[in-house]
């Protein structure tokens, strides 16, 4: 059901300091939040509020807002650190360009959004994010209870030192994604970038297509269902891991535990190890070739 809202603001030019405090019950429409006097949380602490079609060009917009709805709006680089603090939302149809955008927010719902802005949703919880193109650097850092659909994201050093996290039909091309995450699941999508998963603990890749180097070292609790991996060299170095893998894997360097099954492997790489190392390597359609079984140390 459609909320109706007691009062309507439209058309209508804010720049100054906290132009529209602690608005409540409230539609803002075709609004412009710019201007000279370039005053600074323009709707901050508003309650049950909608904003649509406006633009945002000031400082710190929508801080400790609960309750409210951002539709076919922009906000634009000068909109920096756009949306702290604030709970219960739901973003869409939105473009921005703004840093720092997210954090420290509850229960916000994205979709249909073009979104370009580093340290995207840091130490945030109960965020989903669907049907949308996002290019940060450290996306969704230390954030907790993602879910996550048909996503194109690029950018570096994402997903880190996350918890429960579901992600699926997605694009990821991302260096150093997932470091230190705990319970993330990512189904038929694709992750392209160097040093996938380090340090993970309970990082689950089903029907997935993996692309880079160094891939899913030092991981705990691994595993991969029905995965493809391409140019995928030294992997799974010092890692419990059960995996399943369609296609040939470039190399594998000392597992520590679990057992690797491929098609095929280039290399099975068992030097150097500064720990036991004793997990298995299979190739599927060769038993007898590649068993690798208790690593020197």
């Given at each position: 059901m459609t909320k109706e809202y007691k009062n309507k603001i439209e058309n209508q030019t804010y720049d100054k300091e906290r132009s529209?405090?602690?608005?409540?019950?409230?539609e803002?429409?075709?609004c412009v939040f710019a201007g000279l006097a370039d005053g600074e949380s323009v709707l901050k602490e508003c309650r049950s509020i909608k904003v649509n079609g406006c633009k945002f060009s000031l400082r710190y917009p929508l801080?400790?807002?609960?309750?409210?709805?951002l539709s076919?709006?922009?906000?634009?680089?000068?909109?920096?650190?756009?949306?702290?603090?604030?709970?219960?939302?739901?973003?869409?149809?939105?473009?921005?360009?703004?840093?720092?955008?997210l954090r420290e927010c509850k229960n916000i719902k994205l979709d249909n959004c073009n979104i370009s802005s580093d340290e995207f949703g840091w130490k945030s919880s109960y965020i989903e994010i669907s049907n949308s193109n996002i290019n940060s650097v450290y996306f969704l850092f230390e954030s907790k209870n993602i879910v996550?659909?048909?996503?194109?994201?690029?950018?570096?050093?994402?997903?880190?030192?996350?918890?429960?996290?579901?992600?699926?039909?997605?694009?990821?091309?991302?260096?150093?994604?997932?470091?230190?995450?705990k319970n993330v699941t990512v189904k038929n999508s694709v992750i392209?970038?160097?040093?996938?998963?380090?340090?993970?603990?309970?990082?689950?890749?089903?029907?997935?297509?993996?692309?880079?180097?160094?891939p899913l070292c030092y991981c705990k609790n691994l595993k991969?269902?029905?995965?493809?991996?391409?140019?995928?060299?030294?992997?799974?170095?010092?890692?419990?891991?059960?995996?399943?893998?369609?296609?040939q894997i470039l190399s594998?360097?000392?597992?520590?535990?679990?057992?690797?099954?491929a098609d095929s492997v280039g290399e099975i790489i068992t030097e150097d190890s500064v720990t036991p190392c004793r997990g298995k390597v299979v190739e599927k359609f060769s038993p007898q070739k590649h068993i690798l079984c208790g690593c020197a140390v």
């Open positions: 529209l405090y602690n608005l409540k019950n409230t803002v429409l075709n801080w400790h807002v609960k309750t409210f709805e076919d709006s922009l906000l634009d680089e000068k909109a920096r650190a756009p949306i702290w603090y604030s709970k219960d939302g739901l973003i869409k149809n939105c473009e921005i360009n703004s840093i720092k955008c996550i659909k048909n996503l194109k994201m690029s950018g570096k050093y994402s997903f880190q030192y996350m918890k429960n996290v579901q992600i699926s039909d997605s694009e990821l091309d991302t260096k150093d994604a997932f470091w230190h995450s392209k970038g160097e040093y996938l998963g380090w340090f993970s603990d309970g990082l689950t890749l089903i029907n997935c297509k993996i692309i880079g180097t160094q991969l269902i029905n995965c493809e991996m391409i140019d995928t060299d030294l992997s799974f170095e010092y890692s419990d891991v059960n995996a399943d893998i369609k296609g594998v360097k000392n597992p520590k535990s679990g057992i690797i099954k």
